[in-house]
């Protein structure tokens, strides 16, 4: 260990740095910048120097050692049970087999027996790293890259060389993650020495790819406050480019990590904006309403359910900086006058009066008086009628996404009505040119949608989940973002952006078929 202890001494005092970064071969590699590793010590997995070659290569399997090999050796060093040619720098350590009362003692292990290459070469890495946090007496931030876990089919930067099937990887790939849960808790809990960062969109992941990717070497970048993104989203529809809203609602059950998670998430997978919701239980509800029968894992009534799925002061500002921090503009349903007095606080560039509510007239017209930015007004369950209330009521001077809904969960497709976009369009033309037509979706899958584009919808509305929790309000029509279903969903959205093109009609590059005038048949 002499040797290792002493190349890693001389890169970090080269580097002058804390950071390790630790290489798997996830498919959110694509989306790493490599530059942002320079600056830290790298340590490849099996062959992922095929990404980006580091200080250190860990890698037992022959097939690893196969593709390091045919990819000529760029690691600086390689650490193996393997033996490496002599112009090679290597270091050969024992190779120590995992099996069922071995992986139940990893954690508490790391440090009391010697560093061995394991089955699970992470262990081997966290190994190293504690080992030189421990001896040169310094903390270390270590970034875990590539670590994603998910369906072996999934596309990967650096390709499959080990030969597995799908069912034996996806196995490899649900066991290693469950361990790596299991150390990076012992870690968190244990090692004041090292400081674990998932990068990635796991529950337990602590940046993501977006922030990674963002974080400055030199710490002085600058980001853009809630109104400055607003002010690009509304650049975004000047040009007709429609924006996507993750819906959160109450999904994130007021739990801090998977409200960050949820945020980070709808950014990766091409959210443009993210939405909560604020009410203020104690007076939106009656008396009986709040006692009634509602079981979730906060109590057995609805006023257990809804007091504890709110976004209190502490998770609002949660959601202020995560959505900072991963660039991403947010704004709020407010279903009553409490929570409307309580978000002017957090200076609102946007708000949104939801479908539910289109019968709280006075609440209503209250905000209309008062409220100086742009308001988001869906139209479930209404008629004509309401449409005459919101054109007289709201300032023709701010911006109105007036967006058309149905408030059926799921909404079938005869109920979608997405003509009355059209609608909507035509009152623009005509008389009220602060209109913003858009679409709040409660349908299943992503064509009502589409069409709605064609329509001239600038704002999509898509309530999104991080799993199935069966005692939420209408969750069954959410997109999973644990399963890349927004990813997916807008897509598919650009699909018909493409499509639907300009309304200018002029040739197309790919036009070409024109037959050539000639006396006798012109």
């Known amino acids: 260990m002499e040797n290792y202890l002493n190349q890693i001494k001389n890169i970090l005092s080269e580097l002058q740095t804390n950071k390790v970064y630790i290489v798997g071969k996830g498919p959110s590699l694509a989306n790493i910048n490599p530059d942002r590793l320079v600056d830290g010590v790298v340590f490849n997995l099996n062959d992922s120097e095929r990404f980006y070659p580091g200080h250190f290569s860990i890698l037992h399997s022959f097939w690893a050692f196969q593709s390091v090999q045919q990819n000529e050796f760029k690691s600086k060093c390689y650490i193996s049970d393997r033996s490496f040619p002599e112009h090679i720098n290597s270091i050969k350590l024992e190779y120590e087999p995992d099996n069922y009362e071995s992986f139940n003692s990893i954690s508490s292990s790391l440090l009391s027996k010697p560093v061995v290459i394991s089955d699970f070469l992470f262990i081997t890495a966290i190994q190293l790293v504690l080992y030189t946090a421990r001896t040169l007496n310094i903390k270390l931030d270590v970034y875990f890259l590539g670590f994603d876990f998910g369906d072996a089919n999934t596309v990967k930067i650096v390709e499959d060389h080990s030969g597995h099937s799908k069912a034996l990887a996806d196995a490899i790939l649900h066991t290693q993650e469950d361990l790596f849960k299991s150390v990076k808790s012992y870690i968190d809990k244990n090692f004041a020495s090292l400081n674990v960062i998932h990068v990635g969109e796991k529950i337990y992941s602590k940046t993501s790819v977006f922030k990674f990717n963002k974080e400055s070497i030199k710490e002085d970048y600058k980001y853009k406050t809630n109104i400055e993104l607003y002010e690009d989203i509304k650049l975004q529809i000047a040009n007709n480019i429609p924006v996507v809203v993750a819906e959160l609602t109450n999904n994130h059950i007021g739990d801090e990590e ?3 998670t949820m945020i980070r ?14 009410r203020d239980v104690s007076t939106f509800y009656t008396k009986e309403e709040l006692e009634s029968d509602y079981n979730s894992p906060f109590g057995k009534t609805l006023k257990d359910y809804r007091e504890s799925v709110e976004l209190t002061d502490y998770l609002f500002e949660v959601l202020i900086e995560e959505c900072k921090l991963n660039e991403i503009c947010w704004f709020t349903s407010i279903l009553d006058k409490n929570s409307y007095d309580y978000i002017l606080k957090y200076d609102p560039p946007l708000i949104k009066l939801p479908s539910t509510i289109s019968n709280h007239r006075n609440y209503l017209s209250l905000v209309a008086e008062t409220f100086t930015g742009d308001v988001v007004v869906s139209t479930g369950f209404t008629d004509k009628e309401y449409e005459s209330f919101v054109l007289q009521s709201f300032n023709k001077s701010n911006n109105l996404f007036l967006l058309q809904c149905t408030s059926s969960y799921p909404a079938p497709p005869e109920s979608c009505n997405i003509a009355v976009i059209n609608h909507y369009n035509n009152l623009k033309i005509s008389d009220y040119d602060n209109i913003i037509p858009g679409y709040s979706s409660h349908d299943v899958g ?14 999509l509305e898509k309530h999104v989940k991080f799993g199935n929790l069966d005692w939420i309000h209408f969750d069954g029509v959410a997109l999973d973002l644990t399963k890349g279903e927004l990813a997916n969903y807008v897509k598919e959205i650009k699909k018909a952006v493409t499509i639907n093109g300009s309304k200018d009609k002029k040739p197309q590059k790919a036009e070409h078929h024109k037959y050539k005038i000639n006396s006798k048949s012109n």
């Not at 091409?270 to 604020?278: E, S």
């Not at 992503?446 to 704002?459: D, F, K, T």
């Open 258 to 260: 998977r409200l960050r």
């Open 265 to 278: 998430l709808s950014k990766e997978q091409g959210a443009d904006m993210i939405k909560v919701q604020k």
């Open 446 to 459: 992503p064509l009502a949608s589409q069409m709605a584009v064609s329509a001239g919808a600038l704002m």
